[in-house]
C-alpha cells in the first residue's frame, strides 16, 4: 500500500532512486550529528539517510505518510517524528548543530527557506528540491531578474550553489513545473551581528517596489537624515550586492 498524494499537501513523490541517492549525497555530513528531513513522503530520501551514522528527525504533516514510515522503515517510530517545519524552535536538539534536507512542498517554499535563516546559528547547511525558479533565485547575482529579497537574504547568511535540475517526469504524480536542487552552507556575512532586523526590513522594502530607486522605495522606513544623499539612494534594490546592503544597513544604524 502506498500513500494517496494529497495536493493541498504539495505532495508529488519523486520516483527515481538514482536522484534519490544523488540529493542526499549533497550533504557533507561533517560538523553535525543531527539531520531533519522536511516531508518525507514515502521515504524515497530518508531510506539512505537512515544509512548514515546521524540522528535523523523527520517533519512531516501528513498522517498517513507517518504511519507508512513507520511500517516500513525499522528504524523509524513515533520518536522520529517533530510535527510541523515551519513550526520547529529546533529546541530539541539542546543547541546542537542540525542540517537539514528534503524535497520540499512547493506551497510554502520562501517559508521554509525563511525558517532556516531565523534559525542559522543551528543550521550549518541545506541540501533541497525547490520549484527550479525558487531554487534559481537562491543563487541569483544582481542585476538579473531572479535577484530579490529571498537572494539577498539567503546569501548574507549561507553559500549557494545550485547542484541539478531535476524533470516532472520523475514524479507521481508530475509536477506543472521542473524542479531544482540546491546546497547552501553557512557563512555570516561579516557586519550583519546586531543589525539583522533593520537589514531584513531594508532588503524587503528595497524589492517590494523594485522598480523605484531605494529615495522612493525606502521612504516608509524613516530615512536617517545622513543617508539622504547616500549614493545608493540613486539606485534601484537589484543593483546593489549582498555586501552593500550590509555595509548600507550598518551606516543606517550608526546615523539613527
Ligand atoms: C514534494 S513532497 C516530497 C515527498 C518525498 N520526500 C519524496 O521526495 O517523494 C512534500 C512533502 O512535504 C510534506 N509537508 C507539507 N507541508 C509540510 C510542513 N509544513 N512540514 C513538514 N512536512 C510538510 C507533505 O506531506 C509531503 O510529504
Redesign the pocket.
Given at each position: 500500500m502506498s500513500?494517496k498524494a494529497?495536493k493541498h499537501?504539495?505532495?508529488?513523490?519523486?520516483?527515481d532512486e538514482n536522484i534519490?541517492r544523488k540529493i542526499v549525497e549533497g550533504l557533507s555530513f561533517e560538523g553535525y550529528r543531527n539531520i531533519m528531513?522536511?516531508?518525507?513522503?514515502?521515504?524515497?530520501?530518508?531510506k539512505y539517510l537512515l544509512e548514515k551514522d546521524q540522528n535523523i528527525y523527520l517533519?512531516?504533516?501528513?498522517k498517513e505518510?507517518i504511519e507508512y514510515l513507520k511500517n516500513n522503515y525499522d528504524k523509524v517510530s513515533e520518536e522520529t517524528f517533530v510535527?510541523?517545519?515551519?513550526?520547529q524552535d529546533f529546541q530539541f536538539t539542546n543547541g546542537e548543530q542540525i542540517a537539514i534536507i528534503?524535497?520540499?512542498?512547493?506551497?510554502?517554499s520562501s517559508q521554509i527557506l525563511f525558517q532556516i535563516i531565523d534559525h542559522y546559528e543551528l543550521i550549518p547547511e541545506m541540501v533541497g528540491?525547490f520549484q527550479k525558479e525558487v531554487a534559481e533565485r537562491t543563487a541569483a547575482v544582481p542585476r538579473t531578474k531572479d535577484y530579490g529579497i529571498l537572494s539577498v537574504l539567503i546569501q548574507a547568511y549561507y553559500d549557494t550553489s545550485y547542484l541539478f535540475t531535476v524533470h516532472e517526469n520523475v514524479?507521481n504524480p508530475p509536477?506543472k513545473v521542473k524542479s531544482g536542487v540546491i546546497r547552501i552552507t553557512r557563512n555570516p556575512k561579516e557586519g550583519l551581528a546586531g543589525n539583522e532586523v533593520l537589514f531584513k526590513q531594508i532588503v524587503k522594502a528595497g524589492f517590494n517596489q523594485r522598480r523605484k530607486k531605494l529615495s522612493n522605495a525606502l521612504k516608509i522606513l524613516n530615512i536617517p537624515e545622513a543617508l539622504k544623499t547616500h549614493e545608493f539612494m540613486d539606485k534601484r534594490a537589484e543593483e546593489l550586492s549582498v555586501a552593500d546592503f550590509i555595509s548600507f544597513t550598518q551606516l543606517w544604524k550608526n546615523n539613527q
Open positions: 500513500v494529497k499537501l504539495g505532495q508529488h513523490f519523486l520516483t534519490a528531513e522536511v516531508g518525507p513522503g514515502m521515504g524515497v530520501l530518508t517533519a512531516e504533516i501528513d505518510s510535527g510541523d517545519f515551519l513550526k528534503g524535497n520540499f512542498p512547493y506551497n510554502i528540491m514524479f509536477p
